[in-house]
């Protein structure tokens, strides 16, 4: 059964006449003769009754008319949906993100785009470390992807600007005074940490391993957010991107003394839609630092993740 059946099947019935429904639509009489009855024939059933004056509804075309009617409709309301999305006015956006990301950045991303998308929706997934966002990106899962450099390029990929890592204490630690820190100076406390296999866990074992030693593990969480409470509820250090946290934070967080910075981007497999489009644009009034110095990028002074 073809759409184009079921259109021709409706002006029939609306006009009540083959001559008349055919000259309605531009059709040779035959033609839409011969559409109908093939349309019968797979229906099992006449929808017309033919009279001496023109054609009358069966049951059973008075039953298709109905459905027919809401066929034709749900393709017009996804070919506007459609032509919306493609226009950047409206649609879907599957996107896909690092759960430090989705803790404070993303939710206040989103709030711009919805300004700038108003007719959109957002269906946003999480993942605890970039590796396995890339991979949903690449299965389809996702549309956009929002996170640290991945391993390969992809068709559509923009930097976005740098994230800064923050050393989170309790008030209590004698350090919570100092404006930097260093890991080297946390080596002998138990720290906050997250799931094995979680990216930032990864991540803060890399910096302790570069600063001499392996942190101690006092409590593991899978939640940036509640890592930062548990920091500075006493249950020791840990290292978050700094937006992460709330401005209005309890905790004491301390820029390293050679800043630790990671590059964001958003990717997708595709050359970015005009939904996509307008969610980095929407990013790009975030937080995120433009471009280290050339004398960062050589290293002096700065630790790039």
Not at 109 to 122: E, V
Not at 237 to 264: F, G, K, Q
């Amino acid at each position: 059964m073809r759409l184009r059946q079921i259109e021709y099947f409706i002006a029939v019935a609306e006009a009540g006449s083959l001559t008349k429904a055919a000259k309605d639509i531009l059709v040779a009489q035959p033609s839409l003769s011969q559409q109908i009855a093939a349309l019968e024939s797979e229906l099992g059933a006449p929808l017309f009754e033919r009279l001496p004056r023109g054609l009358a509804l069966t049951g059973e075309g008075r039953v298709f008319l109905v459905e027919a009617r809401r066929v034709v409709a749900a393709v017009s309301r996804a070919k506007a949906t459609v032509r919306t999305s493609a226009a950047g006015e409206g649609g879907e956006l599957r996107l896909g993100t690092v759960t430090s990301l989705a803790a404070r950045l993303i939710p206040e991303t989103a709030g711009r785009w919805m300004d700038l998308a108003p007719r959109s929706s957002l269906r946003l997934s999480e993942y605890h470390h970039s590796d396995a966002l890339t991979a949903a990106l690449e299965s389809g899962d996702i549309d956009l992807a929002i996170g640290p450099i991945p391993a390969r390029k992809h068709a559509a990929q923009e930097s976005l600007g740098w994230e800064e890592f923050t050393f989170v204490v309790p008030r209590s630690d004698p350090l919570s005074a100092r404006d930097r820190l260093d890991a080297a100076d946390l080596a002998e406390r138990q720290w906050v940490l997250f799931d094995e296999g979680h990216g930032l866990t990864q991540l803060i074992e890399r910096v302790c391993a570069i600063a001499g030693f392996a942190p101690k593990i006092g409590v593991r969480t899978t939640q940036v957010t509640t890592a930062a409470r548990l920091a500075d509820a006493g249950l020791g250090p840990t290292l978050l991107p700094a937006n992460v946290l709330d401005p209005d934070s309890a905790a004491s967080s301390h820029s390293a003394t050679r800043p630790i910075i990671r590059e964001l981007c958003a990717y997708a497999r595709q050359p970015f839609r005009h939904l996509d489009r307008s969610f980095v644009e929407a990013l790009r009034l975030s937080e995120l630092a433009p471009r280290p110095s050339s004398d960062y990028d050589n290293g002096a002074g700065i630790q790039r993740l």
